[in-house]
């Protein structure tokens, strides 16, 4: 009997391109494929690819080296926002078939039926539209992107805050939200298909529901999502400090434990003159009044940063401001990359480059920062109670699950009674050399 067709998918860059690979593999299942989970012989490989940085860039190109010599009995198919900018040169390269923009993502399945065989000799087709001009929202499946117990839900896509160092407005192309019906539908879906927490997602999330007729916002979708709740842990991912309001603050804070006390907040630089230069919409004193926010509200708040070093202008007095604020704040985790000239973007053309030897040495001593404000946030949560999403258990040496806090902090529980897909009460005993909190498992409030 011939075996099912086998597909593998390659996922670079962010949790939209994560959520949008784990939609075309939902796609491919429906078609009758099934995911190769590490078999040597998939019959498709496709990379979504990215391009926010150079090196983003060169590691898609790698991995469809990697594709290309690794299954050379595949069809490579090749998609993501490296192929908005680069779709010739991706379509020049040794053994790839199928080359997809962005608009066409949700349509390469059915793209597939039209290739030839792999291993021949024609030349790869090309799915491109003229720019990335769409208005309307591409609707896609909600699925799980990594288990049973979490989903990711893309509810908007695309840009139209031109950063003066990002070249997503020009890859994801303006801002478009779903339907405020039809993310309720899905969160329906999720909910009855067991799903426990649920993460929205977007390229600029706080932009939601602002092309909407009528208009919306983010804090009234959440609103009505949340009450009643339509699973039982609603996150969102990272949203723009001007879009974080004391509305949107006030309703976490009072629909907690439906509502994860988890903010990801794009800082990139605590130097006034470098915001200004970005293209930045708010100052630092701004933002620090945003996280100040976040933090009295919520005290027990994950609250996550993205911060840039090497931008064009970058003093060492400006690189010591960004120092200085984030040590100052409450903040839990950072993100750090250095600056990284993209074309078609103005940044590329601002002088005063920082040489890339100093941009690594600031990295290195954010991240630094960083690792030391995580270890300290997740010292304070020893002898506290969290709530556990589990979601792998052990039977080895003794009981233990792995699971994710309401506070975005990974938890290994120790109990009699574990199963996975659970919400579980846990006191946190301590914290493991791996950087992971060490709970047991409490009764739960209304056995």
């Known amino acids: 009997m011939d075996r099912m067709k086998r597909y593998r998918i390659v996922t670079l860059g962010c949790k939209v391109n994560q959520c949008e690979s784990a939609a075309i593999g939902h796609l491919l299942e429906q078609q009758g494929f099934d995911c190769d989970a590490g078999a040597p012989d998939p019959d498709v490989v496709v990379i979504n690819t990215c391009t926010v940085t150079g090196k983003a860039a060169m590691q898609s190109?790698?991995?469809?080296?990697?594709?290309?010599?690794?299954?050379?009995?595949?069809?490579?198919?090749?998609?993501?926002?490296?192929?908005?900018?680069?779709?010739?040169?991706?379509?020049?390269?040794?053994?790839?078939?199928?080359?997809?923009?962005?608009?066409?993502?949700?349509?390469?399945?059915?793209?597939?039926?039209?290739?030839?065989?792999?291993?021949?000799?024609?030349?790869?087709?090309?799915?491109?539209?003229?720019?990335?001009?769409?208005?309307?929202?591409?609707?896609?499946?909600?699925?799980?992107?990594?288990?049973?117990?979490?989903?990711?839900?893309?509810?908007?896509?695309?840009?139209?805050?031109?950063?003066?160092?990002?070249?997503?407005?020009?890859?994801?192309?303006?801002?478009?939200?779903?339907?405020?019906?039809?993310?309720?539908?899905?969160?329906?879906?999720?909910?009855?298909?067991?799903?426990?927490?649920?993460?929205?997602?977007?390229?600029?999330?706080?932009?939601?529901?602002?092309?909407?007729?009528?208009?919306?916002?983010?804090?009234?979708?959440?609103?009505?999502?949340?009450?009643?709740?339509?699973?039982?842990?609603?996150?969102?991912?990272?949203?723009?400090?001007?879009?974080?309001?004391?509305?949107?603050?006030?309703?976490?804070?009072?629909?907690?434990?439906?509502?994860?006390?988890?903010?990801?907040?794009?800082?990139?630089?605590?130097?006034?003159?470098?915001?200004?230069?970005?293209?930045?919409?708010?100052?630092?004193?701004?933002?620090t009044e945003v996280i100040h926010t976040i933090a009295r509200s919520l005290p027990m708040a994950a609250i996550g940063v993205d911060v840039m070093a090497g931008f064009p202008g970058e003093s060492e007095a400006a690189f010591e401001q960004t120092c200085a604020l984030i040590q100052s704040l409450p903040v839990t985790y950072l993100h750090v990359f250095p600056f990284s000239p993209r074309q078609g973007t103005p940044a590329v053309r601002f002088t005063a480059k920082v040489p890339e030897r100093i941009a690594k040495e600031r990295c290195r001593y954010l991240r630094a920062i960083g690792e030391e404000k995580r270890r300290r946030f997740m010292q304070s949560m020893v002898g506290r109670e969290l709530v556990v999403l589990t979601q792998t258990l052990s039977s080895t040496p003794c009981p233990t699950a792995r699971g994710m806090s309401e506070n975005y902090l990974p938890v290994l529980l120790s109990g009699v009674r574990l199963e996975t897909n659970s919400l579980v009460r846990a006191r946190i005993q301590g914290v493991s050399d791996a950087g992971i909190l060490l709970g047991e498992q409490l009764p739960p409030v209304n056995p």
Do not use: W
Not at 80 to 103: I, T
Not at 122 to 143: E, I, S, Y
């Open 61 to 287: 190109r790698q991995a469809i080296r990697k594709a290309v010599r690794s299954h050379p009995g595949a069809r490579i198919v090749v998609t993501g926002c490296h192929v908005e900018v680069a779709a010739p040169a991706v379509g020049a390269m040794e053994g790839v078939h199928l080359v997809v923009d962005n608009g066409n993502k949700m349509e390469l399945v059915a793209l597939l039926d039209r290739l030839s065989p792999a291993g021949g000799s024609a030349a790869p087709a090309f799915a491109l539209r003229d720019g990335c001009t769409d208005h309307c929202f591409a609707a896609l499946p909600a699925v799980s992107r990594d288990d049973r117990t979490r989903a990711f839900l893309k509810i908007q896509d695309g840009c139209n805050t031109c950063c003066t160092y990002c070249i997503v407005p020009r890859t994801r192309g303006p801002s478009r939200s779903m339907p405020t019906a039809d993310v309720h539908r899905h969160m329906r879906r999720l909910g009855e298909n067991g799903f426990r927490e649920v993460v929205l997602t977007g390229i600029h999330l706080g932009a939601y529901g602002l092309d909407l007729e009528p208009p919306t916002t983010l804090t009234d979708l959440i609103d009505r999502l949340s009450s009643p709740p339509m699973v039982d842990r609603l996150r969102i991912s990272s949203i723009e400090p001007t879009e974080i309001t004391s509305a949107l603050v006030a309703l976490f804070a009072q629909r907690a434990g439906a509502l994860c006390p988890h903010f990801h907040v794009p800082l990139q630089s605590g130097d006034n003159g470098v915001l200004r230069r970005m293209g930045r919409q708010y100052t630092r004193e701004q933002y």
